[in-house]
DNA sequence: TAATAAAAATAAGATACCTTAAGAAATAAG
DNA sequence: CTTATTTCTTAAGGTATCTTATTTTTATTA
């Protein structure tokens, strides 16, 4: 089995939740279109967002879908969406793949972690306005398609504070 | 060659500076003893933590160091550490590897991306509070060895607040 | 051991960002 | 088209966290 290429889809109306906080993540899912998100809810019941999957993207709870735990994210559809569904009974056995895929999933990893490094970077040293334009900068085909408040959630702001934050930045 | 197994050490003294902030990252340090940090530091001139390398941790800048572009980041010995240098050349083909090597790659990839992620869900949805007795429950150890102004830096504090935060946390 | 430097504690005032609330605008539904 | 729902904007007041400054404590060096 190719791991890239998965050729069955399923069509997920927009708001259906694929997991949920606390279950175990039996599947992961490649984007083909529309688009999904993974949230957590925090103990004052807020959401924040950790990743937008829009088409090509792939999106699970890497940790749960890996080891077997709970999810620490919920992953639900914020457009009509077309999906592959990977099981995670289908990557069990690492052995099974062929050297190029793992080369192929080690610069999956790998280009994620890099992304991964740099959210947190921003989150660490930027300010909020700073987070946004960098946001605007590297997913500029996202701005035009997300709510503002999903935006907000994602770079870690309230959507009032965005909304702040905008009419500022159109002000100059 | 066995990635993970380098026996040539170098001695590191503290305070010495690994790789510099626009550089381009020729090595990869595993730490045999001691301590490494990776930091960058804003527009500002404040410095903040991305990652601690007690002994067994790997640290660079995996962009720079993967993808031959300059480092967000400095690396700098935080204690006198000996440690084993991985070079850029070593790992540019990556056919060199054998399965196992792939395997193995992929499982630190992986786990470093999960602990990456949960980092980023408690930035954005936990109070500087919450961050540090997290980061107390998940390296015990380095609390007791690092200063404090250290790991204010890596929680996204000020070492004021961070003060303030733990007389509040004595006094109950 | 004394002298010096670095780290930590404390406190007062400042600011980025949040909360709450209400109204306006856009989108979806009937 | 009309109504209902969601999203966005705006504004006032509040809180978490920062800044600056001083003092105390701890660590380093002579």
Redesign the pocket.
């Known amino acids: 089995m190719n791991i890239i290429n998965l050729n069955k889809t399923v069509t997920i109306p927009k708001g259906d939740i694929l997991l949920k906080q606390g279950d175990i993540a039996k599947y992961g899912y490649f984007v083909k279109s529309g688009c999904l998100k993974s949230y957590t809810i925090d103990h004052?019941g807020?959401e924040h967002i950790m990743q937008f999957a829009p088409e090509t993207w792939m999106i699970t709870d890497l940790d749960s879908f890996s080891n077997q735990v709970p999810s620490l994210v919920y992953i639900e559809a914020i457009e009509a969406s077309e999906v592959s569904i990977i099981s995670n009974a289908d990557v069990k056995d690492i052995n099974q793949f062929e050297k190029a895929d793992l080369v192929e999933m080690n610069t999956k990893f790998r280009n994620n972690l890099i992304a991964t490094n740099k959210r947190i970077i921003g989150l660490l040293s930027a300010?909020?306005?700073q987070r946004y334009t960098n946001f605007t900068d590297t997913y500029p085909s996202l701005v035009q398609r997300l709510?503002?408040?999903?935006i907000a959630s994602y770079i870690?702001?309230?959507?009032?504070?965005?909304?702040?934050i905008?009419?500022k930045i159109a002000k100059n």
């Open positions: 004052l807020k300010t909020a306005e709510p503002l408040k999903l870690g702001v309230t959507p009032e504070y965005l909304s702040d905008r009419r």
